[in-house]
């Protein structure tokens, strides 16, 4: 599997800058876990200069500023690119959360009680934030898209789809909101008009691409693993399956190509050029497919990588949780 590919790991940590900065216009990464497993870990955001990292965890978040790290209250985070503050939440009890607002020096400026458990946010607008969540609604839970403006804290439902869960939310470069859930996807514009309803065979997870042009959706409980992409208006652009293969069993070779129902992918990203997927599965292996998705290296992750985000076409970077640093993998084909 690796006659024709070599690969470098670079350890780094604040020298994000440089690297992300000359290969993208936009380099701020901001990620929620997609599938909320006891890692421990639920979120990692990257400032927009490269120089600040955040990572959201289970008691607190961890501000690193190279200089120091601070903790600050909330489970989750991301960078605000519009108002240069930081975001974090947690969620208080079954239907209510709260959302802090602090200053890049992990100053206070504010917190909100929402009505709703958070499973997502995005930024919006100046001063906005998208935030998905769960309410209850009668006897039934049903998802909702809120808009809150972090100045006066006014919030607002913009979305309520008829489906109880709502398990992402992401702002595309030309402003609709693309929207994953348990049953139905959505594409939205800012009204909240429907321009694209997507169905689910079960739950789904989402992502964008680097330049948020690409809405793409995993399937949670699909056979293998199967990743739909759409554009940013809805038109559906790819399905990438595949197909985990069993190694043979007692020595034999009568399972050497039987097919795996359950190492379903729980983290993933597609270079921007679409050339390569990198996917992490239930049995913490990670793969890179090419453009053919064809496999080309399997790691051994060990439980460690989490985030997987391609920075340019042929680089990826993860964050390590055995000791939180942000890390590189460098793809050279020869």
Not at 16 to 39: A, F, R
Not at 151 to 173: D, Y
């Amino acid at each position: 599997m690796q006659a024709n590919t070599k690969m470098k790991k670079i350890i780094y940590l604040f020298t994000l800058g440089v690297l992300l900065i000359h290969h993208s216009g936009y380099c701020q990464l901001n990620i929620i876990e997609m599938d909320n497993s006891e890692q421990g870990v639920n979120s990692l955001s990257i400032s927009k200069d490269s120089s600040f990292i955040l990572v959201g965890q289970k008691t607190h978040v961890e501000l690193n500023t190279g200089s120091e790290i601070i903790n600050l209250q909330g489970s989750y985070a991301i960078f605000d690119k519009h108002s240069h503050n930081i975001i974090t939440y947690s969620n208080t009890d079954e239907y209510s959360s709260k959302l802090y607002v602090y200053e890049y020096n992990g100053k206070e400026l504010n917190s909100f009680p929402i009505n709703g458990r958070i499973t997502g946010i995005c930024n919006s607008t100046e001063q906005n934030i998208l935030i998905s969540a769960i309410i209850k609604k009668g006897d039934d839970d049903s998802g909702i898209l809120l808009l809150l403006n972090i100045s006066n804290g006014n919030q607002r439902s913009i979305f309520s789809p008829v489906i109880a869960e709502l398990t992402s939310v992401h702002l595309l470069s030309n402003k609709n909101i693309a929207l994953t859930g348990t049953g139905k996807n959505y594409i939205i514009n800012q009204d909240g008009i429907i321009i694209k309803e997507i169905y689910a065979p079960s739950r789904s997870f989402g992502k964008t691409s680097l330049d948020n042009k690409l809405f793409l959706i995993l399937q949670e409980y699909s056979d293998g693993s199967y990743i739909d992409i759409y554009g940013e208006n809805g038109d559906f652009i790819e399905k990438i399956e595949f197909k985990h293969r069993h190694n043979p069993v007692n020595g034999t070779r009568r399972c050497n190509e039987c097919i795996s129902k359950y190492a379903s992918f729980v983290d993933f990203d597609l270079s921007p050029d679409k050339k390569f997927l990198v996917a992490k599965d239930q049995e913490d292996k990670v793969y890179l497919l090419d453009i053919n998705r064809k496999l080309i290296e399997i790691y051994n992750a060990s439980g460690s990588w989490s985030f997987m985000t391609f920075i340019d076409n042929n680089r990826f970077i993860y964050l390590d949780l055995n000791d939180k640093k942000v890390k590189l993998i460098k793809i050279k084909s020869t």
